[in-house]
């Protein structure tokens, strides 16, 4: 196969060899810094598969630079919301994203979260690594626990689910607020009851956020629904920032209105709102969701595979469009 494919970021060699393997010569960007925006403007001119990483911001420009010839944009990433979708689907271009593959691991990266902000982890580790004395103490830096208490997942996909499964073996009630019911199994397994955003927010002890970031569901979270929580209560977000009004946020923590967040992304990433860097009650990790090798792997792969599939005329696996 003589298709032009471009790879914009550097991805795991098992995807490289995928495509390899399928006689596709990708040329491919090699540097752990993204390219500059005008550096992918040139990279994917002539492009017939564009192989791309969250951090590129795939637009009309950007498909006008690629050109007509362009046949698909392969994600390496579930979240497609650096892809402006509609624009590839009126050019016929396809996009592909790569789910499955990364749920386990988003998961872990949610709960372990959950157990830092409510068991004050970041706050102890800064403490040890002050030198500043501390003492064993009875009242010393206590926390919450989360037996009994309720997660409330928003956004009940294979992320939300799996968090979920997370939380009943550590002793947590589940409720979740989705588009759609879950399935019957699913949901006896877990015990898990659908409420409305409202009665979520305002029940919860744990809010985890898990739904993709689009235009309705940007600020889905912001001054409005930080009142409608306990003020108990903690909000942790692996999926997106734009979802999570972040200044809002800040202003919520700050009056006291929830107790803390665990946060993977944010909303100017990799910018971090200052106003959250000297909160004791948040935990802030720099979008590791789906940071072990085996699972960079495997979404490499993946997205590898659906650019073979579109290179050989097949509907693609994991298709978005
Ligand atoms: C990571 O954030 C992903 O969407 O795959």
Redesign the pocket.
Known sequence: MSLKVVVTGKIPTAGLETLLAAGLAPIAWDKDQPMTRAELLVAVKGAEILITL?TEKVDAELLDAAGSQLRAVCNV???YNNIDVAACSTRNVRVTN?PGV?TDA?ADIAFGLILMVTRRLGEGERVIRSNDPWQWGMHYMLGSGIQNRQLGVIGMGAIGIATARRAKVFGMKVAYYSRSKIDDKIATELGAKQMSFEELLATSDVVSVHCPSNDSTHHLIGAEQFRLMKKSAFLINTARGPIVNEQELVDALKAGEIAGAGLD?FEFEPKVNSGLLNLENVVLIP?L??ATAETRAA?ATLAANNAVAIASSQAPLTPVN
């Open positions: 969250l990433a579930v979240g790569t990364l988003t992304v979008h969701g789906s979404m």
